[in-house]
């Protein structure tokens, strides 16, 4: 009996200190994202310096340890063996599309405000499966963004790890997520994600017109 109290005590104690953890974490990203300036830190010039390193970056970068813990725990990251992040570099904008010779007025070309079926995120996420393809893409979340990049941290687990095997969450992966549209960037594009934001994806991205895309 009094072992299980001491045990709820430490348990309490430690999920405390982690919640208070991800807090701070949380305000700082955010701080950076909204460029804040306070009396003691410039978020602005910090955003801009991580900015630099991260466009002086691979296209596709093996990093130690995820810019954004929180988030990356709530995807379902774990420090363990079996467990890698990678942060994708990729571009800004809807593509590029050839001006048709129609002989129509220029209105009617219909080049303007063109965008991908598949969001700059599965993009990414596709790149990173296609350049480790002995790892299962997890999730991913978005770090930040420049003129013309965007930056996305994608989580990557290898299935075959005993580690991972001996997981209960980790060891029940299916393989190929990122073409089963398993990760969030894929529900939001199959329209299962339901909300204010989601009312004209659902049930699926090509109801109510195609009005979601």
């Given amino acids: ?51 630099v390193s991260f466009r002086k970056s691979a296209s596709i970068q093996p990093i130690d340890h995820p810019t954004n813990l929180a988030r990356a725990r709530n995807l379902g990251y774990k420090a363990k063996q079996g467990v890698s992040v990678v942060r994708v570099k990729i571009r800004r904008g809807g593509g590029l599309y050839t001006r048709p010779s129609r002989h ?12 991908r079926k598949v969001s700059i995120q599965s993009i990414a996420e596709g790149r990173a499966a296609k350049k480790h393809p002995n790892l299962e893409v997890l999730n991913s979340y978005y770090v930040g963004e ?11 687990v290898d299935s075959n790890h005993p580690v991972i095997k001996s997981d209960k969450e980790l060891s029940v992966i299916l393989k190929n997520r990122i ?18 934001n989601h009312l004209r994806s659902f049930p699926s991205i090509r109801a109510k017109g195609r009005l979601a895309k």
């Fill in 179 to 196: 073409y089963k549209g398993r990760t969030s960037a894929g529900k939001k594009q199959r329209g299962l994600i339901r909300g204010i």
């Fill in 146 to 156: 420049d003129g013309m990049t965007k930056y996305y941290e994608v989580i990557l």
């Fill in 1 to 51: 009996m009094l072992l299980s109290i001491l045990l709820d005590i430490v348990y309490y104690f430690f999920f405390f200190i982690f919640m208070t953890a991800y807090k701070a974490i949380n305000e700082t990203i955010q701080s950076e994202f909204q460029n804040k300036k306070t009396g003691e830190y410039d978020y602005s010039a910090l955003k801009r310096a991580k900015l």
């Fill in 104 to 115: 129509r007025r220029p209105k009617r070309m219909g080049i303007n405000k063109l965008t």
